[in-house]
């Protein structure tokens, strides 16, 4: 996994950090409680099956894991973009802007490269996203939920890198 040369502080209280490879059982423990056993049946888990993150983000709260995010590598159409999910911060401590700074950190590490997502628009249009109606996800997919950022349109079949 890359790491972005990113770790600024939030609040004196949490902090985003770069993603170790000792925080991957606390992450998938996040997203499980998050998005529950039936994330691996939706269309975005298709595009991080077997693959490993890009870049990857969590949020350090008194040295605890309390949130997280990745970016995943994939192509779409002939062009390299980067996919964005899934966000999860601890229920205890939504509410309180980790998942905006946990966006951001993913924007930052883009570096200007395209970003592609599934997600809700009033949330993620505040970011710069916009609609994908152009990108082809691998399965079935709320296209009004599919948005990005970047140079250019998506325009093409989504898959792996």
């Known amino acids: 996994m890359t790491h972005a040369p990113l770790a600024t502080s939030e609040t004196p209280d949490w902090r985003v950090e770069p993603e170790r ?3 991957a059982p606390v ?3 996040l997203v499980l409680a998050a998005f529950g056993p039936g994330r691996f049946a939706r269309t975005a888990e298709r595009l991080r099956e077997g693959a490993r993150p890009a870049y990857g983000f969590v949020i350090r709260s008194e040295g605890r894991v309390i949130g997280s995010v990745r970016l995943w590598s994939i192509r779409i159409g002939d062009r390299p973009a980067l996919f964005l999910g899934p966000i999860a911060v601890e229920a205890g401590s939504r509410r309180e802007g980790m998942g905006a700074a946990l966006v951001r950190a993913c924007l ?3 570096a200007g490269a ?3 997502l599934v997600g809700d628009p009033p949330y993620f249009t505040r970011f710069g996203f916009r609609p994908a109606a152009e990108a082809r996800l691998p399965g079935p997919v709320d296209r009004r939920r599919v948005m990005w950022i970047g140079p250019g349109e998506p325009v093409g079949a989504v ?3």
């Open 27 to 29: 992450v998938e423990a």
């Open 159 to 161: 898959r792996r890198a």
């Open 21 to 23: 490879g000792a925080d």
């Open 108 to 110: 930052e590490a883009a």
């Open 114 to 116: 395209g970003v592609l």
